[in-house]
Each structure stands twice: as C-alpha cells, then as structure tokens.
C-alpha cells in the first residue's frame, strides 16, 4: 500500500530501543520539519489557493505531532536537544534533478515528502509491532488525531497520557 520497494530491517527496531531518547528527539524534529515544509508551501505558492488551505491544516496537523513527541520526551525525563543532519533526507533529495520549473520544483518536493511520510508510516508500524517498550509501542500504534494532540482520542484520555497495560 505505501510502495515502498524495500522494508525495512526488522533489527533497526533493537537499535531503537537502544536510543530511545536519541530516536524521540529525531521524532520530534521530524514532525516540525514537516510543518515547515507545510509553510515554506504557503510562502512559495501563496496563488494556490487549494494548496495553502491544505497547507494551514497541514501546519497545526504536524505541530500537534510534534507536541505529543515533546510531551513523551518530558515524560521520561529528556529535552529537545539539538537537531542532527539528516542524511537520509540529503540523500533522498539527490535523487531529483536540480533546476526545472517552478512547477517542477514543487513536485519534487511533495514526492519526497510523500516519501518521507510513507518510511515514517511503515517505521510507526513496526515500532508499534515490535518494540519491548509497551508504553511507546502504544504510542506509535494510536490513530493519529488531525490538528489537535489535547483532544480526547481513546477512553477520554489525551494522546499523549495514555500507558499500556
Ligand atoms: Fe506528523
């Protein structure tokens, strides 16, 4: 369904629990990089009506992601830290052409970040399958909420309290 042509190893799941802060503090800035990728849309095409509306639910969509990870990293007792180079995405945006349209500049974008979304969705799934942390397995196995982390999703707890049994 996501098309991506390689899973991910399965292994990657035992690094990750290895750094559990280091992974939620990439988490984090994951999520504020889509918001502000959702604006950098906004400000470079301010005539696409449909898109900047989208763009705006995107916004507060991927803020209210990165609360619910900043509030499990206070949770356990962790700060924000520095953001690190993200070589995956570099990498990944080697592999479209420079120059082109404007146009093409903005399809570009919104493939990669397709990409980026489609690893991140299968990665939640495993995480969600496979780690021993049941805590944050549960977390990455909860329906995400649009735009508003604080609302009550499940048994009329917020996201971000919920503790697995
Ligand atoms: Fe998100």
Redesign the pocket.
């Known amino acids: 369904m996501l098309g991506l042509q390689l899973p991910t190893d399965p292994r990657w799941v035992n690094i990750v629990e290895k750094n559990i802060e280091e992974i939620l503090v990439d988490h984090a800035y994951c999520?504020q990089k889509?918001a502000s990728t959702a604006i950098s849309f906004i400000i470079g095409f301010p005539e696409k009506t449909e898109l900047v509306q989208a763009m705006i639910d995107l916004v507060a969509?991927?803020m209210s992601?990165f609360k619910m990870v900043h509030d499990l990293l206070i949770e356990r007792g962790f700060a924000l830290g520095r953001e690190r180079k993200d070589e995956y995405v570099n990498q990944l945006m080697q592999f479209f052409p420079k120059g082109g349209s404007k146009e093409d500049h903005l399809v570009h974008k919104l493939l990669y970040a397709a990409l980026i979304e489609a690893r991140s969705c299968e990665r939640f799934r495993l995480l969600s399958e496979k780690l021993e942390d049941k805590q944050l397995a549960r977390f990455y196995s909860l329906p995400?909420p649009m735009a508003d982390a604080n609302k009550p999703i499940k048994n009329g707890k917020p996201y971000s309290t919920l503790k697995a049994n």
């Open positions: 999520e889509a969509e991927e992601h995400v």
